[in-house]
């Protein structure tokens, strides 16, 4: 059975920073694409960033490009996304997932909050 925990995530004011992360077992994922997503209130479920499984190519949705980082550790089996100078409209449950074919298995999400 695998699992993706989520942790890192609060309450911070705009301008500020968290570091997310996300603890996989059950798979290794260093085969695998690792990407994580967020879901405001009322929204839909949307992309955020994606890394491939040795940590060469990533990707982004335009509106965090260049304040948001994706990495990933193999050997602790966990991917991180570090997000920098955070807007209100980030505000919204994170999402971890692991993709073979598609994106498979998700996490349970953990909260983000950024005040104005």
């Known amino acids: 059975q695998v699992q993706l925990v989520e942790s890192g995530g609060g309450l911070v004011q705009a301008g500020g920073s968290l570091r997310l992360s996300c603890a996989a077992s059950?798979?290794?994922?260093?085969?695998?694409?690792m990407g994580w997503f967020r879901q405001a209130p009322g929204k839909e479920r949307e992309f955020v960033a994606q890394i491939s499984w040795n940590g060469v190519t990533t990707s982004y949705r335009d509106s965090v490009r260049g304040r948001f980082t994706i990495s990933r550790d193999n050997a602790k089996n966990t991917v991180y996304l570090q997000m920098n100078s955070l807007k209100p409209e980030d505000t919204g449950v994170y999402y971890c997932?692991?993709?073979?074919?598609?994106?498979?298995?998700w996490g349970q999400g953990t909260q983000v909050t950024v005040s104005s």
């Open positions: 059950g798979r290794t994922i260093s085969r695998y694409f």
């Open positions: 997932a692991s993709k073979s074919s598609n994106w498979d298995y």
